[in-house]
């Protein structure tokens, strides 16, 4: 395109668009900029309606996560953990009382095993038993 024709069309838009603006009323122009307002406002509205949800949506996970911390005992984990000391002590007693609980269920279960085989054996067994036992210890 040569420069005189670009010329004459720039020269040409320009004619147009200045009897356009002529053409144009005030309450056109006022429709114009409230449609305008109008369209910015419905936007704003939406962007913070996006934002309400986003709020929403992140307490909602806040509250998740509050829960799942709160039903693992968390915190309990990482202060045990930060102090080892009370760790050892902890893991200690719950060792002897891990202990002490097998040693009790053993003379349980071995008395009411002797306890069944006494009553189902005719009376005098046991004795005889307890003297062969006793033999075979000696010597």
């Given at each position: 395109m040569s420069p005189s024709a670009r010329d004459r069309l720039s020269e040409t838009i320009e004619n147009l668009s200045q009897n356009r603006q002529?053409?144009?009323?005030?309450?056109?122009?006022?429709?114009?900029?409230?449609?305008?307002?109008m369209k910015d406002d419905a936007m704003r509205a939406k962007k913070f309606s996006r934002?309400?949800?986003?709020?929403?949506?992140?307490?909602?996970?806040?509250?998740?996560?509050?829960?799942?911390?709160e039903d693992s005992q968390f915190d309990e984990i990482v202060y045990n953990l930060s102090n080892p000391g009370r760790l050892f002590i902890m893991q200690l007693l719950v060792g002897i009382l891990r202990g002490l609980g097998f040693a009790i269920?053993?003379?349980?279960?071995?008395?009411l095993l002797v306890?069944?085989?006494a009553n189902s054996l005719p009376p005098g067994t046991i004795g005889s038993v307890i003297g062969i036992v006793r033999h075979v210890i000696s010597g």
């Open positions: 002529s053409h144009l009323t005030e309450e056109a122009i006022r429709a114009k900029a409230q449609y305008d307002q934002s309400d949800g986003a709020i929403e949506e992140f307490n909602e996970n806040v509250h998740i996560l509050k829960g799942i911390f269920g053993v003379v349980v279960i071995l008395f306890y069944l085989v």
